[in-house]
């Protein structure tokens, strides 16, 4: 037998165990033993609710007042036969020494003052206690059960903004689940409570009157000697059961009561109760002021100076707590000295600090860059439609002391430097340093031409001005998003995909079961959503996305030509958020070179190959920025529109030489779209110009297919 199987023969054993108690005779000195077993399990049950943090640490407590409260009517059932059948004989030592002592000792060596005693004890267990906490188990569990769906559906926004990953809103939902089983089982289990006080009592009863009568009919003693035996095992018998089942109620009342914070009762007894010295102080003007009337002055003023005592106790605690310098940065969050196997974990993003930026990341401050990367997450799962993976946030002592750095997969990307007590304004007057004197340059990041730091007290004076100033974490937060949006292509891992795959199961499982991995695999629709995302096309309407995958894989399965479909089906949303309010300003390329770079570009395996001269690129890139910096005046969102054919070609192209235009192919205008002007280029610098103010739809020929 395995060793921990024992364990498994723990209920079974004691069930047998209370069989064999209510059929066999148990010797007085067995009964002895499981009277005190009995107490003991009591006190445990009690003092570990009231160490425990919160109620689902004992979520077996259900069961085990179940248990405890069979236990004793075992006993009670037990005790019973015992001062039954050997009362008339043995006195009372009948029942065993335990129920002897209580009977004696507890109570007094007199009958009455252990009738009232006992008395008492029913009283508070059924009125006060089990009544109590029966009637907060039934609000809890209602409260439980009517708030579950709202907590259910914050779980899962919390999950779709990504303040949650997908094992921490599981956790949560088992979490959720576990409370609502305890309270609905902690309902039901108050009853046990109040149904052994009221059994308690009729067993006593029963005992008293039928001991009477079997002592004097049948044992034939006299009507006094019967009556101080029996009626004095009696309520031996039931003050050793009431005073376990009166520990186990007020661990029932402690259980339910509890509050959802995350701290011990004692701890927050003592922090929330005995924490303010104000409160002590008067407690302790009240008492002294007591004295002067006919209450006994010895304890009244020591009970004072004990509250005077406490009150500067807790000050000089406070005093010394004030003086300790703020943790500025959470542990969990920021450590130079990580366990290794966080040295083994290359994070998604990660921000490093330089010493004098510490406090941008403190929790307590108002503004703090933690609460940022939450707006941000928020923001990106609107505009992007993905889920920003976790954000670490550690110091760098190898940075200057206002420098920052953000890293995508370990890799440095960029970098930039705050004044932590400054505001950034970004203006290109060059009056501006009369109006605002003592400005400082900008310096990285997104501090370019025109960025300035200002002093905090020239706040009123910039707005004054029509400026915008920000706040260094507002300044670091625009420079986190701006580049996590350029680099959300690469933070879309397998996994990332995944979890938007799942996601979109539960709301539209047709459209992702007909399409993975009956057609393509996870691996496939990453790549495709990897191409959209690193064009700036968001991927919020995934259903979309996978329902125009479904239509194409069965032909092509080729990630570049699936992606320009799926383009072909998000036209609307593609233009509309080029476009925005402005229009477009169109720029084509003449037939001829469209087809000399369409007979440039071979399709290899997963990519494809481009292979126009040198020279044809630098001249077509020419080209396309003296357009775009003879039109800067022109309103409109300049477009360049091309063949979908070699349109991928174009927008890489075009991100390499980091030209500001955004390529589209002609099936992605729609007629809706206002274009503002049409402009034609050629590759020997001729230009043809077409102005016009209004809707247009463009149609390419695919050549070279």
Not at 120 to 129: E, G, M
Request: proline letters at 5%; aromatic letters at 4%.
């Amino acid at each position: 037998m395995n060793k921990n199987n024992w364990h498994d023969l723990i209920i079974p054993a004691s069930i047998v165990a209370c069989l064999l108690v209510l059929l066999v005779p148990l010797p007085p000195f067995m009964l002895d033993m499981l009277m005190a077993g009995n107490i003991t399990l009591a006190v445990v049950i009690l003092l570990t609710t009231l160490n425990i943090k919160t109620s689902l640490e004992l979520s077996v407590f259900p069961t085990v007042l179940l248990a405890a409260t069979l236990g004793r009517l075992v006993l009670n059932v037990a005790s019973t036969r015992l001062i039954l059948t050997g009362a008339s004989t043995q006195g009372t030592e009948a029942a065993g020494h335990v129920i002897e002592s209580f009977g004696n000792f507890v109570a007094g060596n007199d009958i009455i003052v252990g009738i009232v005693i006992f008395a008492i004890l029913v009283v508070i267990q059924f009125v006060v206690i089990t009544k109590g906490s029966t009637r907060v188990s039934e609000v809890a569990a209602r409260f439980m059960l009517d708030g579950m769906p709202g907590r259910q559906m914050a779980i899962d926004a919390d999950l779709n903004s990504g303040l949650l990953t997908q094992q921490q809103a599981q956790q949560q939902r088992k979490d959720l689940t576990r409370q609502a089983d305890f309270f609905g089982a902690m309902d039901g289990a108050s009853k046990f409570v109040r149904g052994d006080a009221i059994a308690a009592t009729i067993i006593t009863a029963i005992n008293i009157v039928v001991g009477l009568g079997y002592g004097v009919i049948k044992a034939d003693m006299d009507l006094a000697n019967a009556s101080e035996v029996y009626t004095k095992l009696t309520i031996g018998d039931g003050l050793v059961s009431q005073i376990p089942a009166l520990l186990v109620s007020l661990a029932t009342a402690v259980l339910v009561t509890r509050t959802s914070q995350d701290s011990k009762l004692s701890n927050q007894l003592i922090s929330q109760l005995f924490n303010k010295p104000q409160v002590l102080i008067v407690t302790a003007a009240f008492l002294t002021v007591l004295t002067f009337t006919q209450l006994p002055k010895t304890p009244m003023l020591t009970m004072a100076a004990g509250c005077v005592g406490l009150a500067y106790i807790l000050t000089k605690s406070d005093t010394r707590n004030a003086s300790k310098p703020d943790a500025t940065i959470p542990p969990e969050k920021i450590s130079s000295e990580a366990p290794l196997s966080d040295l083994l974990r290359v994070d998604a993003i990660e921000i490093g600090l330089g010493i004098r930026l510490l406090p941008l990341a403190n929790r307590d401050t108002e503004d703090n860059i933690l609460r940022r990367i939450q707006f941000i997450r928020k923001t990106l799962a609107t505009d992007m439609g993905i889920v920003l993976p976790e954000i670490r946030i550690r110091d760098n002592l190898q940075l200057a002391g206002n420098q920052y750095e953000i890293l995508i997969q370990g890799n440095p990307i960029t970098s930039g430097r705050l004044s932590v007590n400054r505001l950034l304004i970004i203006d290109e007057h060059p009056d501006l340093d009369n109006e605002l004197p003592g400005t400082v340059p900008g310096e990285g990041g997104v501090a370019h031409q025109g960025a300035r730091w200002i002093s905090k007290n020239q706040r009123e004076k910039a707005l004054q001005l029509g400026l915008q100033p920000l706040t260094p974490v507002e300044v670091l937060a625009i420079h986190l998003q701006d580049t996590v949006r350029e680099h959300a292509a690469t933070l879309l891992t397998l996994d990332a995909t995944d979890q938007l795959v799942e996601q979109l199961r539960e709301f539209s499982p047709t459209a992702v079961g007909e399409l993975i991995p009956k057609l393509l695999g996870l691996g496939q629709v990453q790549q495709v959503l990897r191409n959209l995302l690193s064009e700036n096309i968001s991927v919020r309407p995934l259903a979309e996305i996978l329902e125009s995958l479904s239509e194409i894989a069965p032909r092509q399965t080729h990630p570049i030509k699936m992606t320009e479909y799926v383009r072909t089906r998000l036209a609307r949303n593609i233009s509309t958020a080029v476009a925005k309010k402005e229009g477009l300003r169109l720029l084509t390329l003449r037939p001829e070179l469209e087809k000399q770079i369409s007979d440039s570009i071979r399709f290899t395996e997963l990519d494809f190959e481009f292979s126009l001269p040198h020279t044809a690129q630098d001249l077509l890139v020419r080209e396309l920025q003296n357009h775009l910096g003879q039109t800067q005046t022109e309103q409109g969102i300049p477009v360049l529109v091309v063949s979908d054919y070699i349109r991928p070609a174009m927008a890489r192209l075009s991100r390499n030489k980091l030209l500001e235009i955004s390529v589209l192919s002609g099936n992605e205008i729609v007629p809706e779209i206002e274009i503002l002007s049409h402009h034609q280029l050629s590759q020997d610098g001729q230009r043809t110009t077409t102005n016009t103010s209004s809707t247009a739809s463009f149609s390419f020929s695919s050549a070279g297919h």
